[in-house]
């Protein structure tokens, strides 16, 4: 869906004006007419204001252009639900809401990740565990969060 279809949704689904939504995000009833039409798009600022406002992610307004993976353990974010928050109840859209949580994380190494794995996901192939942790850790070391560690 498109970013001005999104807002537009979000609008009616609030059952609110356009002069409404623009006050919300204090922004001119035009801006949201020009969003609603395809002419502009919200600016990073109030992309911001409106996910918080409207308890949305960012991705989910600009009409879901990435696939996100949680950068800590590579799960799919494919609903707003999986996204982590802040402690400010912000969207962080780099994690899951199992591996960041209130703005901490989880696990607070690989290690301690590659446990849980282990413990607690299939394993259809009868794999050794010492091979499982190794395919876990390979996947895992490509994903942001344990590159930078």
């Known amino acids: 869906m498109k970013t001005q279809n999104v807002l537009k949704q979000l609008r009616e689904n609030n059952n609110l004006t356009q002069d409404q939504m623009a006050e919300r995000v204090m922004v001119t ?4 007419s020009r969003w609603e039409n395809g002419e502009t798009q919200p600016n990073t ?7 918080k406002e409207f308890n949305v992610s960012i991705n989910t307004l600009l009409g879901s252009p990435r696939q996100l993976i949680c950068q800590c353990c590579g799960m799919p974010l494919n609903e707003d639900s999986l996204i982590s928050r802040e402690a400010d109840g912000s ?9 960041l949580t209130d703005g ?3 696990y607070k ?3 301690s990740l590659l446990d849980y794995l282990v413990a ?3 394993n259809p192939d009868n794999l050794k565990e010492e091979e499982r942790r190794i395919q876990y850790d390979s996947y ?4 942001k969060h344990w590159r930078k560690q």
């Open 120 to 122: 607690h996901m299939p």
């Open 45 to 51: 600022e109030t992309l911001k204001l409106l996910s």
């Open 104 to 106: 901490e994380f989880v």
């Open 91 to 99: 969207y962080n859209e780099d994690y899951c809401k199992w591996c």
């Open 29 to 32: 009833r035009q801006a949201v």
């Open 140 to 143: 895992l070391s490509q994903l």
């Open 109 to 111: 190494s690989k290690e």
